[in-house]
């Protein structure tokens, strides 16, 4: 079944429509930013921040909610579901905010999103040499196959449980690669 059918897909906001890069204060909000999206979830510490233009209605943005899945629409061509600390952030133009309805499974639907056969038929879809950017009518025609609930959720939730030990790998990682970086810093002070 065609994604349109089970979720409405929507483009992100224009960013200096809704921000004031002039301004010191005001309405402070957390934007969604390349960076911020990879391996499946939000990375907050890649958030950005923008200060909204004076008189700007807050009910009118578009914010993430819980369950919702934000696509990338310019390489590297990745999704991320939107957990509960994840909520409020404002979707920008290079993203497509996904909302799936009840019938469902949205970490399923995750799993197809960057699914590598599902990324290529998206690429195939763009023309020009200019930005590859996917169109918002490409990721409404994305193909779910259209399986038994139980397999949905076992397909999802083998795929997050696999995104979070990916997670903690990178953490771990990241971990022994600061120790023993502070390591060879303390050795030379002492020399």
Do not use: W
């Amino acid at each position: 079944m065609r994604l349109e059918k089970i979720a409405d897909v929507k483009n992100g906001q224009i960013l200096t429509r809704i921000c004031d890069k002039g301004l010191k204060d005001g309405t402070r909000i957390k934007v969604i930013t390349p960076k911020s999206i990879n391996n499946g979830f939000i990375y907050h510490k890649d958030l950005g921040e923008n200060i909204l233009k004076e008189g700007m209605d807050c009910s009118k943005l578009m914010y993430t909610e819980k369950g919702d899945i934000v696509i990338k629409l310019s390489t590297p061509y990745d999704s991320a579901i939107i957990r509960e600390k994840d909520e409020g952030l404002v979707v920008p133009s290079f993203c497509a905010l996904i909302r799936c309805n009840e019938k469902i499974n949205r970490n399923y639907v995750l799993a197809i999103l960057n699914n590598k056969k599902t990324i290529e038929k998206l690429i195939n879809e763009i023309s020009g040499l200019g930005m590859r950017i996917i169109k918002i009518g490409s990721i409404k025609n994305i193909d779910i196959p259209d399986i038994e609930t139980q397999k949905q959720e076992t397909i999802g939730n083998l795929y997050i449980e696999s995104l979070i030990e990916i997670e903690l790998v990178r953490n771990f990682l990241e971990n022994q690669k600061n120790l023993i970086e502070g390591f060879i810093e303390q050795e030379l002070k002492e020399e």
